[in-house]
């Protein structure tokens, strides 16, 4: 999983990179994972920015920009069974995801949010789990978990 996450990278790198020398657009990347815990929950996010500045034949500044992040919450306990129905929310920067529904079997529940909405200037999200009457909310960061 690592060397074809790893493989994806290097391939849009070297892309991205390539339409940069060609088109000679003033290209950002930024990738990173952040990470967090709580007493039942832990959730890991991997965020990738991209961004291509240039000017445009008539001298106008032109963007073209994505933001993606994907992300994993998962249970900590062993009997996923227990849990039942719940509702958890993660938020990064203003943009928030809502999802409710059963815990699926392998405790581990995901999401993908992508587009231009979120603009990245703290490494960090949020992360919110209801269940059974209880509530833990708890940050993501760099080197979040240990």
């Not at 990179?17 to 950002?28: E, G, M, N, R, S």
Request: glycine share 10%.
């Amino acid at each position: 999983m690592k060397y074809r996450v790893g493989l994806i990278l290097t391939i849009m790198i070297i892309t991205i990179l390539f339409a940069a020398f060609v088109f000679h657009k003033d290209v950002t990347l930024d990738y990173y994972i952040i990470t967090g815990e709580s007493d039942h929950w832990k959730a890991l996010m991997e965020i990738s920015v991209y961004e291509a500045w240039w000017k445009s034949k008539g001298g106008r500044l032109e963007v073209d920009s994505n933001r993606s992040c994907k992300y994993l919450v998962v249970y900590k306990g062993k009997n996923t069974k227990d849990i039942g129905s719940l509702e958890y929310k993660v938020e990064i920067q203003g943009s928030a995801q809502d999802r409710s529904g059963p815990l699926p079997e392998s405790g581990i529940m995901s999401g993908h949010m992508n587009g231009s909405y979120f603009f990245l200037q703290e490494k960090t999200a949020a992360v919110t789990v209801k269940w059974d009457g209880k509530i833990e909310s708890f940050k993501l960061v760099e080197g979040g978990i240990k």
